[in-house]
């Protein structure tokens, strides 16, 4: 018999963020929930195929600097690398039978909006 173990609430978003900037993007969708939400500073995402979608346009890389766990819900201190630049930002992750039910990002946009005009 195979035995198998329970990944804590830290290293499945671990596990998440690493599939994310190996652009694993079908082994990432694999960590979060059907109906999951995330909320950032440029908007709002309702569901994992959608949230995974933007993901892989994006392809933004995560240095993870910190990873705090406090039961289901782990923060993280990181910074992201998107469209050339370096933001340091945090993401709150929420956790629900095992896998990511929300996540919330919190970073300064202006960077990167400064790009787009």
């Given amino acids: 018999m195979k035995e198998t173990t329970k990944k804590s609430a830290k290293e499945t978003v671990l596990a998440f963020i690493k599939a994310l900037n190996k652009e694993d993007f079908a082994s990432g969708r694999k960590y979060i929930k059907d109906d999951m939400k995330f909320i950032g500073v440029l908007g709002t995402r309702d569901g994992g195929d959608v949230y995974i979608q933007d993901m892989s346009k994006m392809k933004m890389k995560y240095k993870i600097n910190k990873a705090f766990e406090n039961g289901n819900d782990i923060c993280l201190y990181y910074e ?7 933001v340091p930002g945090f993401g709150l992750y929420h956790l629900k039978g095992g896998k990511i039910e929300t996540i919330t990002a919190i970073f300064d946009p202006r960077p990167i909006l400064e790009l787009k005009k």
């Fill in 80 to 86: 992201l690398t998107m469209s050339g630049l370096n």
